[in-house]
């Protein structure tokens, strides 16, 4: 999928004011293929990491929120209370990450939705161009068949024309 973002990158690279966009618009949809191919392989590697880690649900948890895999319980009172306070301080810095995460997906797919837009307005203003230009052909095909069966009957008439000259002469 992303290697068809980034063909049809290329294709609307080659003539840009066609397509209504400019280098820097090119420069940020190339930016963003490339963020995706990470995010992607990334995404390929936690997956296999979850089953190497026996498949359960809690090592597929860790490995996405990159969680320690146990807690020692054997700690004083005291360090247990300055370990909660360091564990709500790190998952609230998780969860601003995660939000941040979110918010930059949601300016990205907004990003994806506006280029599927243009690219479904390319896709129609072709459609309608194929649909003119049938027109033209089949209007170029039908004067071609009347100007065949005229240039047919003008040759008829001159071999009768001939024929007659040959029988007068």
Same mark, same amino acid.
């Given at each position: 999928?992303?290697?068809?973002?980034? %063909?049809?990158i290329d294709v609307a690279?080659?003539?840009?004011?066609?397509?209504?966009?400019?280098?820097?618009?090119?420069?940020?949809? *190339?930016?963003?293929? #490339?963020?995706?191919?990470?995010?992607?392989?990334?995404?390929?590697? $936690?997956?296999?990491?979850?089953?190497? !880690?026996? !498949?359960?649900?809690?090592?597929?948890? *860790? @490995?996405?929120?990159?969680?320690? /895999? =146990?807690? %020692?319980?054997?700690?004083?009172?005291?360090? $247990?209370?300055?370990? !909660?306070?360091?564990?709500?301080?790190?998952? =609230?810095?998780?969860?601003?990450?995660?939000?941040?995460? =979110? *918010?930059?997906?949601?300016? @990205?797919?907004? @990003?994806? $939705?506006? $280029?599927?837009?243009? /690219?479904?307005?390319?896709?129609?203003?072709?459609?309608k161009e194929l649909l003119?230009?049938?027109?033209? #052909?089949?209007?170029?095909?039908?004067?071609?068949?009347?100007?065949?069966?005229?240039?047919?009957?003008?040759? &008829? &008439?001159?071999?009768? #024309?001939?024929?007659?000259? !040959?029988?007068? #002469?």
């Amino acid at each position: 999928m992303v290697d068809e973002l980034n %063909k049809t990158i290329d294709v609307a690279a080659r003539d840009p004011s066609w397509y209504g966009i400019d280098n820097r618009e090119l420069e940020s949809r *190339r930016r963003w293929t #490339i963020t995706t191919r990470t995010q992607v392989g990334d995404v390929k590697k $936690s997956v296999v990491a979850r089953k190497e !880690n026996g !498949n359960s649900e809690s090592a597929m948890c *860790r @490995e996405l929120m990159k969680l320690p /895999i =146990s807690h %020692k319980s054997d700690r004083s009172y005291q360090d $247990s209370a300055e370990d !909660n306070d360091d564990f709500i301080v790190s998952e =609230s810095d998780r969860q601003m990450l995660l939000i941040n995460g =979110s *918010r930059q997906q949601d300016e @990205e797919l907004d @990003e994806l $939705s506006a $280029s599927v837009e243009r /690219i479904r307005g390319v896709g129609l203003t072709i459609h309608k161009e194929l649909l003119a230009q049938e027109k033209i #052909i089949d209007d170029l095909g039908t004067e071609m068949d009347s100007t065949t069966n005229r240039l047919d009957f003008v040759q &008829k &008439k001159v071999a009768m #024309i001939m024929k007659k000259s !040959n029988i007068w #002469i």
